[in-house]
């Protein structure tokens, strides 16, 4: 099969993952270009509004000019092109849990450890402080019992119906980032173990398990460090 279209992006962004996880369960191919982020996604032959305005990535572009930029937006158009695939779900109802869930992984999960990612490993937040740290972790800890909980009441472990979704792809990119920061071993198998029970699950899918890597997780949440 022909690719349906090229993307620009990292392969280690989780958004990137999540779109190519999408286009792979769907039967889908997409041809991620070479690209070094900080530099490619800033060149003047690729940035402006025709091309990866305000050098956002990933950025995509279908094969008769179509663009997409941000994340979430193309795993969603990616999931939408079979939708025997199941990956929106099967009924108005499943995907707007689908929905549901995709943003709760994204807000509330996400955002609280990539921040705290970006303050203590990346250093690209330098005025990151002990409150801040403190504040995000506790943020994505309500969510993650939340999260868990859930789960429990799922048997078939993954969030809507008893196949994957983008729901779960999403959740799985954002609990990798939790497993960085704020989960060390004891959080992962004791206090939210059926979130990790899920990532597992859904990263050893043999479609996509090459798109998620080793998941390089801490032996301990991160702990602020000053300067």
Known sequence: MAPIG????SPRQPQTKAILSAAAISGLEIDLLPFEFGIANKSPDLTGPQNLPLSYT???????????????STARYVSALVPKAGLLGHDVKETAQVDQWVHFASSEIYVPTANIYAGMITKDLPAFTEEQRKHYQE????????LDDHLAS???GLLVNDSLTLADIILATAVQRAGQTVCG??????????????????????????LF??????????SFKAE
């Open 58 to 72: 990933p950025a995509f572009e279908d094969n008769e000019g179509f663009k997409l930029i941000k994340g979430t």
């Open 6 to 9: 090229k993307l620009y992006g």
């Open 213 to 222: 890597g080793e998941p390089e997780f801490v032996d301990k949440a991160l």
């Open 139 to 146: 943020r994505a800890e309500r969510s993650l019992k939340f």
């Open 185 to 210: 071993v004891k959080e992962r198998e004791r206090v939210y173990r059926n979130v990790f029970a899920h990532f597992e699950k859904v990263t050893n899918d043999e479609r996509i398990k090459h």
């Open 154 to 156: 799922r048997s078939s």
